[in-house]
């Protein structure tokens, strides 16, 4: 049976998953733990459920729908480089958050989601626009926070194997060992052989990937209201790819992260007080000349974070919260090409949230001084407007600054030390609707830019040195979740008009429309799932650098899933990317994967 025939055969069985606890809280918008429903900012919750109902191989396979997220620069498959762009703006423009502190890549400052694993993460939290005023530096596009830790009680396996030579195994422990008392440890270990993503250039080979990881955590409850926490998290990764003959082809990156906390929670106040360090070290090479050669792109960076809050809720209708944070980023250089010097960054901030229905109010103020680039002030603010038939509106204003990064200043690749912090301002207008089989949102926003760090000429041009410009985006985004009988849909649409102000041309990697759907339903005890996204023509450089800039055509690509509880404790799982087996790339000249099958089973104690 041809590939196609077989995906017409399964696609009428498809259909995104109806959660089954919808999430009710969210810390990431304050810090502080509120109900998801008075944030005045959209945002987004995937849960554990919605992960084992995904069946993702890797984060960018489980967030590449969501709005306002494009993962614009990936260049193939599992493991490789890939950057997330939200609202148009820069990749390093989108904080992300690992328990809640940011992670130690001040090198380049954007996360590469390829490298993260997905099989500890227990929930993944998401704000778009400015969060500066909360978070400082980088928050420009939105903050994602990614959550290892669990209160469940349970013991599970997992394994799956793929397309590609796809294989993986996880671990998860996770026991309240005393009433007060909760361990944690998830391990895991994935591998691929991949494929060739670059196949008409001088190196004929499958570029592949594996990775480890593991995760260790503690909670206690001293008392009704003191909890101690302590986790720890790490991954090793390891990946081939192809680089045109320009250098390296192969990279090691080595990631870890300790954080502990102590927390106080009454009826009325809340406080926390936080402590994490991290490293992150990255080597390159060629593969034929060994690892020993390691001499490209070679960095590790270490982040050392102190912070701490306190929230008085007063009554029902509003709260004020302070806090304060310290954070030291270095540069552990070995062979690093450039040295830096450690930087220091210290914020506090103030907010109050207040409602007089149908009026809600929120103000929220910071202060940041960087030890390299001085005081910077940042604030936000937002007013909602509950209107009839569970109808609302809200206006929000929010600024927000970026500093170069080490990369950005010092790199022998294009580094600058003369540029200055990034600085923006961002209107945003929103609606809703919340009935009883449908909820929508609609939000407009106008983000613009001052001083944007760019690199106007590929990295191998000499005279690449990152430079400041301005950048105006204006955008919609429009989120429908339904349920049609047993079946339920998420829907988004958006519209990205990104562009730099001195050249009037649309910043790289970012394509104007995205459009996705994901449907979910539960028959015969199976869940089904079936996602759909389509993502337009967009400017990149070609895999061949000597070609410069290309404009790389849109692509349409559908997935479908299916689980089955074989037993009360077993569970089987499939899943089929890319179903039509489209041809397509994300960047020119980088093949995406074409249609992949994995199958897998969860066994819980």
Same mark, same amino acid.
């Given at each position: 049976?041809?590939?196609?025939?077989?995906?017409?055969?399964?696609?009428?069985?498809?259909?995104?998953?109806?959660?089954?606890? /919808?999430?009710?809280?969210?810390?990431?918008?304050?810090?502080?733990?509120?109900?998801?429903?008075?944030?005045?900012?959209?945002?987004?919750?995937?849960?554990?459920?919605?992960?084992?109902?995904? %069946?993702?191989?890797?984060?960018?396979?489980?967030?590449?729908?969501?709005?306002?997220?494009? $993962?614009?620069?990936?260049?193939?498959?599992?493991?490789?480089?890939s950057?997330l762009?939200?609202?148009g703006?820069?990749?390093?423009?989108?904080?992300?958050?690992?328990?809640?502190?940011?992670?130690?890549?001040?090198?380049? !400052?954007?996360?590469?989601?390829?490298?993260?694993?997905?099989?500890?993460?227990?929930?993944? =939290?998401?704000?778009?626009?400015?969060?500066?005023?909360?978070?400082?530096?980088?928050?420009?596009?939105?903050?994602?926070?990614?959550?290892? #830790?669990?209160?469940?009680?349970?013991?599970?396996?997992?394994?799956?194997?793929?397309?590609?030579?796809?294989? +993986?195994?996880?671990? !998860?422990?996770?026991?309240?060992?005393?009433?007060?008392?909760?361990? %944690?440890?998830?391990?895991?270990y994935?591998?691929?052989?991949?494929?060739?993503i670059?196949?008409?250039?001088?190196?004929?080979?499958?570029?592949?990937?594996?990775?480890?990881?593991?995760?260790?955590?503690?909670?206690?409850?001293?008392?009704?209201?003191?909890?101690?926490?302590?986790?720890?998290?790490?991954?090793?990764?390891?990946?081939?790819?192809d680089?045109?003959? *320009?250098?390296?082809?192969?990279?090691?990156t080595?990631?870890?992260? $300790?954080?502990?906390?102590l927390?106080?929670?009454?009826? %009325?106040?809340?406080?926390?007080?936080?402590?994490?360090y991290?490293?992150? =070290?990255?080597?390159?090479?060629?593969?034929?000349?060994?690892?020993?050669?390691?001499?490209?792109?070679? !960095?590790?960076?270490?982040? #050392?974070?102190?912070?701490?809050?306190?929230?008085?809720?007063?009554?029902?209708?509003?709260?004020?919260?302070?806090?304060?944070?310290?954070?030291?980023?270095?540069?552990?250089?070995?062979?690093?090409?450039? #040295? +830096?010097?450690?930087?220091?960054?210290?914020?506090?901030?103030?907010?109050?949230?207040?409602?007089?229905?149908?009026l809600?109010? =929120?103000?929220?103020?910071?202060?940041?001084?960087n030890?390299?680039?001085? #005081?910077?002030?940042?604030?936000?603010?937002?007013?909602?407007?509950?209107?009839?038939?569970?109808?609302?509106?809200?206006?929000?204003?929010?600024?927000?600054?970026?500093a170069?990064? *080490?990369g950005?200043?010092?790199?022998?690749?294009?580094?600058?030390?003369?540029?200055?912090?990034?600085?923006?301002?961002?209107?945003?207008?929103?609606?809703?609707?919340?009935?009883?089989?449908?909820?929508?949102?609609?939000?407009?926003?106008?983000? =613009?830019?001052?001083?944007?760090?760019?690199?106007?000429?590929?990295?191998?041009?000499?005279?690449?040195?990152? /430079?400041?410009?301005?950048?105006?985006?204006?955008?919609? /985004?429009?989120?429908?979740?339904?349920?049609?009988?047993?079946?339920?849909?998420?829907?988004?649409?958006?519209?990205?008009? +990104?562009?730099?102000?001195?050249?009037?041309?649309?910043?790289?990697?970012?394509?104007?429309?995205k459009?996705?759907?994901?449907?979910?339903?539960?028959?015969?005890?199976?869940?089904?799932f079936?996602?759909?996204?389509?993502?337009?023509?967009?400017?990149?450089?070609? +895999?061949?650098?000597?070609k410069?800039?290309?404009?790389?055509?849109?692509?349409?690509?559908?997935?479908?899933?299916?689980?089955?509880?074989?037993?009360q404790?077993l569970?089987?799982?499939?899943?089929?990317?890319?179903?039509?087996?489209?041809?397509?790339?994300?960047?020119?000249?980088?093949?995406?994967?074409?249609?992949?099958?994995?199958?897998?089973?969860?066994?819980?104690?």
């Open positions: 049976m041809s590939k196609k025939l077989l995906a017409a055969a399964l696609l009428p069985w498809a259909a995104c998953a109806q959660n089954s606890s /919808e999430p009710t809280s969210i810390t990431i918008y304050n810090r502080a733990e509120q109900p998801l429903t008075s944030a005045l900012a959209p945002v987004e919750v995937i849960t554990r459920a919605d992960i084992e109902r995904r %069946q993702p191989r890797s984060l960018i396979d489980l967030l590449e729908t969501l709005p306002g997220m494009q $993962f614009g620069s990936q260049s193939g498959g599992i493991g490789q480089l950057s762009f939200v609202r703006t820069e990749s390093d423009h989108v904080l992300v958050l690992l328990n809640g502190r940011p992670m130690a890549q001040m090198v380049n !400052s954007n996360v590469d989601f390829s490298q993260l694993p997905v099989s500890n993460v227990q929930r993944i =939290e998401y704000i778009r626009g400015p969060r500066a005023a909360i978070y400082g530096s980088r928050a420009i596009g939105g903050v994602v926070n990614i959550i290892t #830790t669990s209160k469940v009680n349970d013991i599970s396996v997992g394994v799956t194997t793929g397309s590609n030579d796809y294989y +993986a195994a996880d671990v !998860s422990v996770n026991q309240w060992v005393t009433d007060a008392t909760r361990l %944690q440890l998830a391990t895991g994935r591998e691929t052989r991949g494929y060739d670059i196949p008409d250039n001088n190196e004929p080979d499958r570029d592949g990937f594996s990775s480890k990881n593991l995760t260790l955590g503690v909670e206690h409850q001293l008392d009704q209201s003191w909890t101690l926490n302590a986790n720890v998290n790490g991954w090793e990764n390891k990946t081939d790819y680089n045109g003959g *320009f250098g390296p082809d192969t990279s090691n080595q990631t870890y992260q $300790f954080d502990a906390g927390a106080y929670q009454d009826e %009325q106040l809340v406080g926390q007080l936080n402590a994490s991290g490293e992150h =070290e990255l080597e390159s090479w060629v593969k034929a000349d060994g690892r020993n050669s390691a001499s490209y792109s070679n !960095s590790s960076t270490a982040t #050392t974070r102190l912070d701490g809050l306190v929230q008085y809720r007063y009554s029902d209708q509003g709260y004020t919260l302070a806090g304060m944070d310290w954070q030291q980023d270095r540069l552990l250089s070995r062979s690093t090409s450039f #040295t +830096a010097p450690d930087r220091d960054n210290t914020g506090v901030f103030i907010s109050a949230y207040h409602t007089w229905s149908p809600t109010l =929120e103000l929220t103020g910071r202060i940041d001084d030890e390299q680039f001085g #005081t910077h002030g940042t604030w936000q603010s937002a007013l909602s407007l509950q209107l009839p038939e569970q109808h609302k509106a809200t206006l929000s204003y929010g600024t927000a600054f970026r170069p990064t *080490f950005d200043l010092y790199s022998s690749w294009g580094g600058n030390p003369d540029l200055a912090p990034e600085k923006s301002n961002n209107w945003e207008l929103g609606f809703s609707g919340d009935y009883k089989v449908l909820d929508w949102q609609l939000n407009l926003y106008r983000n =613009e830019i001052d001083n944007l760090i760019i690199y106007p000429a590929p990295f191998y041009v000499a005279t690449n040195s990152a /430079e400041n410009t301005d950048a105006l985006i204006r955008g919609l /985004e429009l989120t429908v979740n339904a349920s049609t009988g047993p079946l339920h849909h998420s829907v988004s649409y958006e519209y990205t008009d +990104a562009k730099d102000i001195k050249t009037a041309a649309q910043l790289l990697n970012r394509a104007k429309r459009f996705s759907w994901t449907g979910d339903i539960d028959v015969a005890n199976t869940n089904l079936a996602q759909v996204l389509y993502v337009s023509d967009r400017q990149t450089y070609d +895999a061949d650098f000597m410069g800039l290309v404009y790389t055509p849109s692509y349409t690509i559908w997935n479908i899933g299916a689980r089955y509880p074989l037993t404790n569970t089987l799982n499939g899943k089929i990317n890319n179903l039509f087996d489209k041809d397509y790339q994300v960047v020119s000249g980088y093949d995406a994967p074409d249609m992949e099958f994995y199958v897998g089973a969860d066994y819980r104690f």
